[in-house]
């Protein structure tokens, strides 16, 4: 990216909204449980959502989580609604628990166009382990009958993928979650980076980012052929398939760049408010900066324009310091710990 420190707003692809901070689970790899489970509770109000999109160009993406559970807000169907009146793309994570059959039919009637599902294990005993509040057998079912109701519907949305995070202690099991997601219909498995921010289960020994370990190297290529042959989607963070060594995006021999998060285009395309308004740089910020998320807050959109913020000085900095060698430390880890 060879941007200014400014940008007009109508560059913007995708506007995160956390619509709540609210989560009915735990989860050992999230930074909420760790770090921010005594937060005080917010749910966006739908006049803020409005307002919101109303200030963000037409027919772009908006994903609709944050660290919280979407289907925790009273009226997420509403602002699903609100956000396709505006021709925009929905998405949003779900640990699925409230996927109950009023809510599955409310998201296929609403046209809602991608709904991942963040299942991590085909294993009941270990999601048990990373997920003590999350009832596996539950999540599953709901999914299923999410899928058989959609084809009744005569419908292809919302699009369905099952999501695990890339950790070298349960990467064995991708071959098994895709099994499964044959087996209940969906359209996809994604292959999600792990970001370490040194609690819970996000350790960087559990990384396998350019790593060049064989047993890895199979288990992906397992996978991919595996996939193939049952007509399911495979797919990983980085914007490749993970058919390579590093599954992240990155082959293990590329030249890296001196300042690998500079090819990052979230601090010119992305926008991302929180459910209290604040406004962080991307939707790895929470994760990468850990308990220090409040620092590197860019301003309120429920006190200021977007426009106004995204064009102010604290915004400006962040990009002055992502262009030099010395980035915000939200974004120092990225491209080398972690693909873009």
């Known amino acids: 990216m060879h941007f200014g420190p400014t940008i007009d707003l109508s560059r913007v692809a995708t506007v995160y909204l956390e619509v709540t901070n609210r989560c009915n689970l735990g989860c050992e790899s999230c930074p909420r449980t760790h770090f921010h489970e005594d937060a005080s509770a917010h749910d ?3 006049h803020r959502v409005q307002m919101l999109l109303g200030q963000v160009p037409r027919g772009i993406r908006t994903v609709l989580h944050g660290l919280g559970e979407p289907l925790c807000h009273p009226d997420i169907l509403g602002i ?5 009146a505006h021709d925009h793309t929905t998405v949003f994570n779900t640990n699925a628990m409230l996927l109950d ?3 599955a039919v409310a998201l296929i009637d609403a046209g809602h166009d991608d709904l991942r599902i963040s299942i991590e294990t085909p294993d009941p005993g ?3 382990q990373l997920r003590p509040k999350g009832e596996h057998a539950r999540i599953v079912d709901n999914v299923r009958r999410l899928l058989e109701l959609r084809t009744q519907a005569g419908s292809k949305l919302p699009r369905v993928s099952m999501w695990m995070t890339a950790f070298r202690s349960y990467i064995h099991q991708l071959p098994e979650l895709i099994r499964l997601a044959a087996d209940i219909g969906a359209d996809e498995v994604y292959l999600q980076r792990m970001v370490s921010f040194g609690a819970g289960t996000a350790l960087m020994k559990e990384s396998i980012f350019n790593d060049d370990d064989a047993r890895i ?3 992906l290529e397992e996978s991919r052929n595996l996939a193939s042959e049952l007509g399911v989607h495979l797919d990983a963070s980085g914007g490749e398939a993970p058919t390579t060594l590093t599954i ?3 082959s293990a021999d590329d030249d890296s760049s ?3 998060w500079q090819e990052c285009y979230r601090p010119f395309t992305t926008i991302y408010v929180r459910a209290d308004g604040t406004m962080l740089p991307c939707c790895v910020a929470p ?5 220090r998320i409040d620092d590197f807050i860019l301003g309120n959109a429920y006190e200021a324009p977007l426009e106004d913020i995204w064009q102010g000085e604290r915004y400006r900095s962040f990009r002055r310091a992502f262009h030099s060698r010395e980035p915000w430390e939200c974004c120092e880890r990225c491209g080398s710990d972690w693909s873009l």
């Open 258 to 260: 001196e300042q690998p």
């Open 80 to 84: 699903i609604r609100l956000a396709k």
């Open 126 to 128: 270990l999601f048990v």
């Open 248 to 250: 992240e995006g990155t």
């Open 101 to 103: 059959e009023r809510n």
């Open 217 to 219: 190297s199979a288990i």
């Open 44 to 46: 966006m109000p739908v």
């Open 287 to 291: 994760f990468s900066s850990g308990d």
